[in-house]
Each structure stands twice: as structure tokens, then as C-alpha cells.
């Protein structure tokens, strides 16, 4: 069965700051992988997503993530943090079906001024 | 385009009462999805709906039931409501086709639960 751990729970960065979320997964055949983020008392927003081809993707608000196999990592990453970027980013796999969609259990950025 | 909409957006049971949360997405999706959050877990699928007419349990299925009512909504329901059953509960839909798309989820804006 396929799993997804992301090693830190909290991260606390300045503002202006790099940022790196890891996350490493387990599965079985080539992954669709995902990152997540949550704002408080929100759903959950899609930053970007990894399917085939190049390894470095680009999402939204200035986020990018590699995806590397020999590691089995898919690790988030951003140059310079904004304040506003202070929220809960998921970690997840899935497959073309849909239905082993498996999250990570989350890591929660605080960013101070 | 709503997307994903879910009601209520807050909800207090007492122990032992039923309930029905509500999903709807405009988006044509044919999958669909109730999950859980609770801190620390991130979030567990309850029960999903690959297509219409079909679903199938997920991770935690135990205390609740689905309906898939039509293509557009997917309703989830507690019949006897216990404490552990406090959460936050989202609806996620999405469009699944052959291999080559992206079958990224797309989420409601959840309904916080509390069962005392």
C-alpha cells in the first residue's frame, strides 16, 4: 500500500527566507504526486502536481517541487517566503484512478516578520 | 463555477443522533470523495465514488454510509453519531480518465463536526 510521511510537522522560517518541505512516498508503480496547501479554516488548494516528463515542476505562488526517484522524494520549495504563505502544505500520491489518493499527514509553516 | 460546495459548515450532534452532510460539485466531475481531517493525521478518505451508481470504502468507513444521488452530488451520512466521529469532513471531486491526466482533487470548503 502506498504511504506518503513528510518528516516535519512544524517549520518555522523568516520572512524573505528559502523554504524546503520534504516528503517522501511509497508506491508501487510510477506516482502521481501532489502538493496541497491549507489556510486556516479553509479546504484545500492545489499548488502543483508531478505526472511525467520534466522532474522540477512550477505551481502557484512562487512554489516549485523536484521529483526524485531514486530518493522517492517530491520535496516543496519556494526561494522567499511571504508572510502570507504561513498555512498547512499536504504532501500526496495517487494514481490516474483516483481512488488511492493518500495524503501525507501534513506540515504546518509559520513565518515570522 | 461554485466547484465544490458543502453544507452546513458547522455542525454540533449529541451522542446517538444522525446526520447527512451534503456535497455538490458543478464541474461535471466523476469522482468523488468524503474525507476526514484530525490533527496530526492529515486527512482520511471515508468513502469514495469512482463514477455514478458505484462506491466503495476508503480508509475509515466504519459508522458511515454514502450515497452517490446523481453525477453531481455525494452525501454522506451518520446514523448514530459517537465522539470520535469529531472532525472536520471535506468533499473532493475529480475527473478521472485514462492514463495521461491529472487527476488532482478538487476540495469543498469542509464542514466541522462536533459530536458530544
Known amino acids: 500500500a502506498q504511504s506518503v510521511t513528510q518528516p516535519d510537522i512544524h517549520i518555522t522560517v523568516s520572512e524573505g527566507a528559502s523554504l524546503e518541505l520534504r516528503c517522501n512516498y511509497s508506491y508501487g508503480a510510477t506516482p502521481y504526486l501532489f502538493w496541497y496547501v491549507q489556510s486556516p479554516g479553509q479546504g484545500l488548494q492545489l499548488l502543483l502536481k508531478y505526472f511525467s516528463g520534466d522532474t522540477l515542476v512550477q505551481g502557484i505562488k512562487g512554489f516549485e517541487a523536484e521529483f526524485k526517484r531514486s530518493q522517492s522524494s517530491f520535496n516543496l520549495r519556494k526561494p522567499s517566503v511571504h508572510w502570507s504563505d504561513a498555512a498547512e502544505y499536504f504532501c500526496a500520491v495517487g494514481n490516474n484512478y483516483g481512488q488511492n489518493f493518500v495524503f501525507g499527514p501534513g506540515t504546518r509553516l509559520s513565518v515570522l516578520p | 463555477n461554485a466547484g465544490v460546495t458543502q453544507t452546513p459548515k458547522f455542525q454540533v450532534l449529541k451522542t446517538g443522533q444522525s446526520m447527512t452532510l451534503q456535497c455538490a460539485q458543478d464541474?461535471?466531475?466523476?469522482?468523488m470523495y468524503w474525507y476526514r481531517q484530525d490533527p496530526g493525521m492529515g486527512l482520511r478518505l471515508i468513502y469514495y465514488s469512482a463514477s455514478e451508481g458505484t462506491t466503495d470504502k476508503g480508509e475509515v468507513p466504519n459508522g458511515y454510509n454514502v450515497s452517490r444521488l446523481n453525477k453531481r452530488e455525494f452525501s454522506l451520512r451518520l446514523e448514530s453519531a459517537a465522539p470520535s466521529q469529531t472532525s472536520v469532513y471535506f468533499c473532493?471531486?475529480?475527473?478521472?480518465?485514462?492514463?495521461?491526466?491529472?487527476?488532482?482533487?478538487?476540495f469543498g470548503p469542509g464542514t466541522r463536526l462536533t459530536v458530544l
Open positions: 464541474m461535471n466531475h466523476n469522482s
Open positions: 473532493a471531486s475529480s475527473i478521472v480518465s485514462q492514463v495521461g491526466s491529472y487527476n488532482e482533487q478538487f
